[in-house]
């Protein structure tokens, strides 16, 4: 089975951190770029970021630049998603998924194979 799995998600105040994990099991990661998704209720599912299969080019939404960072460790077998000042209005499902396109802009779902089920983020006082 290929599976990727989010944890790392939880409640935290406006301004605090979380870091995402995204493990993968069944296939590694090695030649997959992995893409950072997120989706509000009543709201489309967006592209937040990507990182490529060697980390060395990372692509951000202008809502989350300087904010949010992916990063992988290939040999873990596992991608992260560090979000720093988190705002209210990041509040949301965060899903990771994994592709063998190219990261070269904000990711789009439909250039991505494999899905996690997602983790719930929630920004509030």
């Known amino acids: 089975q290929l599976q990727l799995v989010e944890s790392g998600g939880g409640l935290v105040q406006p301004g605090g951190s979380l870091r995402l994990s995204c493990a993968a099991s069944?296939?590694?990661?090695?030649?997959?770029?992995i893409g950072w998704f997120r989706q509000a209720p009543g709201k489309e599912r967006e592209g937040v970021a990507c990182?490529?299969?060697?980390?060395?080019?990372?692509n951000y939404a202008d809502s989350v630049k300087g904010r949010f960072t992916p990063s992988r460790d290939n040999a873990k077998n596992t991608a992260y998603l560090r979000m720093n000042s988190l705002k209210p209005e990041d509040t949301a499902v965060y899903f990771c998924a994994a592709s063998r396109r190219r990261c070269t802009s904000v990711p789009m779902t439909g250039s991505y194979d494999y899905w996690g089920q997602g983790t719930q983020v929630t920004v509030s006082s």
């Open positions: 990182i490529s299969n060697s980390g060395g080019t990372t």
């Open positions: 069944g296939f590694t990661l090695d030649y997959y770029a």
